[in-house]
């Protein structure tokens, strides 16, 4: 046995290299293996269709044997070209082998992933080609894609139960290609906080517009699915005067909760850029007090100081304060978490995050699959667990 200082870097070059070369082997016998298999079923299958074997004769016969074609099918561990049998005069489609299905099935599941995980399709496309030693055409990508619209379907469809404490409403806006360039289209979401404490993305609709109308529309339906809103503490939104309107007529005895994020946004929008920092900080004090009383002294306190110097500011705030202070009713535990609409935004950036390489959508349904698979994606990553917050007892 030689002394390991005596190796040299060559040897261990032809070590590696011999196994490599065997492993090449093994995977190519592995191959022809599983190609001969394949031709074997299918030639089995032939001889059942025309009810005799080769060169035998009977008087069941069913058809002829006609020859051979040559047709490759992708598999996990590469492409494979195998002999498809033909009957003369009968066109039959192999149960074994489709005519049409180029791809077993866990092939096209990983592309599928691939593509909902943030991938464009001509990325996609291209993702499995080392592996599989050829690429895949966006077009087939999206003809995989495809395949979620009955998921999506089911899930707009599916019953839904009066379980929800708090529901979160908000909108996000994708585009979408037409012939006469990129549209804006409006998807608006309900997201839900159980009475076990779980949360749950509870339903989506792509529309046209953040309108009174359409914000009914979407809220009727899940009315009508089973969210009656006898368990519903509490609405929060932000403050878009169509949802507010839809809201009223939908959950009317329902206590609303503003936004404070989108609430201070609208703000800062009518102050001068030196007062800002100062008059939105003492702002903050009012969400942040203790309790209710100590924030309508927080309130009052603030509203003496601003209003001659900013009253648009302080209007902004006054017309809407009882909305702005109703998570204080809530259990302390939760205020931080139903005093704004961030829980629904945090969902939104994993849309945004999506959708981002491919900045234009070609229609409706391809928006509907990529929002759904997302959606979908964090209902299961959140493993419907509750909330340690909203399992307190107040």
Not at 36 to 48: D, K, N, S, W, Y
Not at 88 to 99: A, D, H, V
Not at 153 to 174: M, N, P, Q, S, T
Not at 212 to 222: D, T, V
């Given at each position: 046995?030689?002394?390991?200082?005596?190796?040299?870097?060559?040897?261990?070059?032809?070590?590696?290299?011999?196994?490599?070369?065997?492993?090449?082997?093994?995977?190519?016998?592995?191959?022809?293996?599983?190609?001969?298999?394949?031709?074997?079923?299918?030639?089995?299958?032939?001889?059942?269709l025309?009810?005799?074997?080769?060169?035998e004769?009977?008087?069941?016969?069913?058809?002829y044997?006609?020859?051979y074609?040559?047709?490759?099918?992708?598999?996990?561990d590469?492409?494979?070209?195998?002999?498809?049998?033909?009957?003369?005069?009968?066109?039959?489609?192999?149960?074994?082998?489709?005519?049409?299905?180029?791809?077993?099935?866990?092939?096209?599941?990983?592309?599928?992933?691939?593509?909902?995980?943030?991938?464009?399709?001509?990325?996609?496309?291209?993702?499995?080609?080392?592996?599989?030693g050829?690429?895949?055409?966006?077009?087939?990508?999206?003809?995989?894609?495809?395949?979620?619209?009955?998921?999506?379907?089911?899930?707009?469809e599916?019953?839904?139960?009066?379980?929800?404490?708090?529901?979160?409403?908000?909108?996000?806006?994708?585009?979408?290609?037409?012939?006469?360039?990129?549209?804006?289209?409006?998807?608006?979401?309900?997201?839900?906080i159980?009475?076990?404490?779980?949360?749950?993305?509870?339903?989506?609709?792509?529309?046209?517009?953040?309108?009174?109308?359409?914000?009914?529309?979407?809220?009727?339906?899940?009315?009508r699915?089973?969210?009656?809103?006898?368990?519903?503490?509490?609405?929060?939104?932000?403050?878009?005067?169509?949802?507010?309107?839809?809201?009223?007529?939908?959950f009317?005895?329902?206590?609303?909760?503003?936004?404070w994020?989108?609430?201070?946004?609208?703000?800062?929008?009518?102050?001068?850029?030196?007062?800002?920092?100062?008059?939105?900080?003492?702002?903050?004090?009012i969400?942040?007090?203790k309790?209710?009383?100590?924030?309508?002294?927080?309130?009052?306190?603030?509203?003496?100081?601003?209003?001659?110097?900013?009253?648009?500011?302080?209007?902004?705030?006054?017309?809407?304060?009882?909305?702005?202070?109703?998570?204080?009713?809530?259990?302390?535990?939760?205020?931080?978490?139903?005093?704004?609409?961030?829980?629904?935004?945090?969902?939104?950036?994993?849309?945004?995050?999506?959708?981002?390489?491919?900045?234009?959508?070609?229609?409706?349904?391809?928006?509907?699959?990529?929002?759904?698979?997302?959606?979908?994606?964090?209902?299961?990553?959140?493993?419907?667990?509750?909330?340690?917050?909203?399992?307190?007892?107040?």
């Amino acid at each position: 046995m030689k002394d390991l200082t005596e190796v040299r870097v060559p040897d261990l070059w032809k070590e590696v290299k011999w196994a490599m070369d065997f492993w090449q082997m093994e995977e190519e016998a592995t191959k022809e293996f599983r190609r001969r298999f394949i031709e074997g079923a299918l030639e089995a299958e032939r001889t059942m269709l025309t009810g005799c074997k080769s060169y035998e004769r009977t008087e069941g016969r069913k058809g002829y044997r006609n020859g051979y074609w040559k047709r490759w099918i992708v598999l996990k561990d590469g492409r494979l070209q195998i002999r498809m049998p033909r009957i003369r005069g009968k066109g039959y489609e192999s149960g074994i082998i489709p005519r049409y299905k180029q791809r077993v099935e866990e092939i096209d599941a990983a592309l599928l992933k691939i593509f909902l995980y943030g991938a464009s399709t001509r990325l996609t496309a291209e993702a499995l080609r080392p592996l599989l030693g050829e690429g895949v055409s966006a077009q087939t990508i999206s003809n995989i894609a495809k395949s979620l619209d009955i998921e999506v379907k089911r899930y707009h469809e599916r019953a839904l139960r009066d379980r929800y404490l708090y529901l979160f409403l908000d909108g996000i806006v994708l585009k979408k290609k037409t012939g006469f360039g990129a549209k804006k289209r409006v998807v608006l979401v309900a997201y839900g906080i159980r009475v076990d404490g779980k949360r749950e993305l509870i339903d989506f609709m792509v529309t046209s517009a953040e309108s009174e109308r359409r914000w009914w529309r979407f809220l009727i339906g899940l009315w009508r699915r089973g969210i009656s809103g006898e368990s519903l503490s509490l609405v929060v939104t932000d403050g878009n005067a169509g949802l507010e309107n839809a809201v009223d007529l939908v959950f009317p005895f329902v206590k609303r909760q503003r936004c404070w994020a989108h609430k201070l946004r609208n703000v800062a929008n009518y102050l001068k850029k030196k007062d800002r920092d100062e008059c939105i900080k003492e702002a903050r004090a009012i969400y942040n007090a203790k309790g209710k009383k100590e924030a309508e002294q927080a309130y009052s306190r603030w509203e003496k100081k601003w209003r001659a110097i900013a009253p648009k500011a302080v209007r902004c705030i006054e017309k809407d304060i009882d909305e702005l202070l109703n998570f204080y009713d809530c259990p302390p535990e939760i205020w931080i978490k139903v005093r704004t609409t961030n829980v629904i935004e945090r969902a939104f950036r994993e849309v945004r995050r999506r959708t981002k390489p491919m900045s234009c959508f070609n229609h409706d349904q391809s928006i509907e699959r990529i929002v759904y698979a997302v959606l979908s994606h964090l209902n299961k990553q959140w493993g419907m667990k509750p909330l340690k917050e909203f399992t307190q007892k107040g």
